[in-house]
């Protein structure tokens, strides 16, 4: 009846769960209230500077001021981006998972191998890509001159967007791939040898029973890429800066903070407001179908 104790030490549970609540409030809650409030105003970031409160007014400059639609074409490519990142990383992951599930020779290697440009982190993984990329010399160009043509690479409008798509799907591959796994690895032997025995194999046993056994893992992963694909900027500020047509919604955020000459935190806040919005209508809306999904299967 007592399981941390009696007396004072049945405070224990709460004295602990209250610390990163406070740090929760304080660092996560706390600023994110402070976002929502800065939304209504005309604050400018700039120290000892008043601010006042202008009501919806920064909301109605997203959709009406001189650069509109510049910001409604960096909705339209976080979408773009979203949706190219869900299908490709997803369908490699999954592909991937099923390979070195199969007990390969190496399958540890192959593991260590795909999983270590999560670990790398954005900003050495965008480098990496950069020297790789380098239209003055890198081995991307070397191979281009190779086959009597060249390219810009990162600096080249039509193909700016899709390779940073494509280095995004590189570096969180591997973050899929084992989610995959220990779905794949959590099935028992037991189905696949009573499917076998219904004559269930290859692609059958595939989509009648190793599919429908990793609905909890195909949501978590879905999910998760979608949020961090419409949340992704790190990448596209490390590879273009936002330029060469490369900006999206949550990279518009950035750029109206702390990318031009006179920062505008209420503009900023409000873009970042319309960017929570928009991430959480998309994110409800996919975890709608992938929970019935799993309720079918």
């Known amino acids: 009846m007592y399981p941390f104790g ?48 202008v009501g919806f007014e920064n909301y109605t400059t997203f959709f009406t001021s001189s650069d509109s ?13 979203a949706v190219a990142v869900v299908v490709i990383q997803n369908a490699v992951g999954l592909f991937m998972a099923v390979l070195i599930n199969k007990k390969l020779k190496g399958d540890v290697f192959y593991r260590a191998v795909f999983f270590l440009p999560v670990v790398l982190g954005v900003t050495v993984s965008g480098l990496i890509w950069q020297l790789i990329a380098n239209p003055l010399g890198g081995p991307a160009q070397a191979m281009m001159n190779f086959f009597g043509t060249s390219s810009n690479f990162f600096g080249d409008y039509d193909i700016a967007f899709e390779l940073i798509i494509f280095v995004q799907i590189w570096m969180y591959m591997g973050y899929s791939m084992t989610i995959f796994l220990a779905g794949l690895q959590s099935i028992p032997n037991d189905l696949y040898e009573a499917g076998y025995m219904d004559g269930a194999s290859g692609w059958k046993a595939f989509k009648n029973i190793t599919f429908p056994m990793i609905a909890p893992s195909f949501t978590v992963n879905m999910l998760l890429s979608i949020i961090g694909a419409l949340q992704t900027f790190d990448i596209i500020y490390v590879l273009t800066g936002g330029k060469f047509n490369t900006t999206t919604l949550a990279f518009d955020v950035y750029a109206t903070a702390f990318g031009s000459g006179t920062a505008d935190y209420g503009l900023a806040s409000a873009v970042a407001m319309i960017q929570f919005l928009f991430v959480f209508t998309v994110s409800m809306i996919a975890l709608y179908y992938l929970r019935r999904r799993e309720v079918e299967m």
Do not use: C, E, H
């Open 6 to 53: 009696k007396g004072t030490a049945r405070l224990m549970p709460y004295l602990l769960l209250s610390i990163p609540v406070l740090l929760y409030l304080l660092l996560g809650f706390g600023p994110s209230m402070v976002t929502v409030l800065f939304s209504f105003t005309d604050a400018s970031g700039v120290p000892g500077q008043s601010w006042n409160f």
């Open 69 to 81: 639609g510049d910001r409604i074409a960096s909705i339209g490519r976080s979408l773009y981006f």
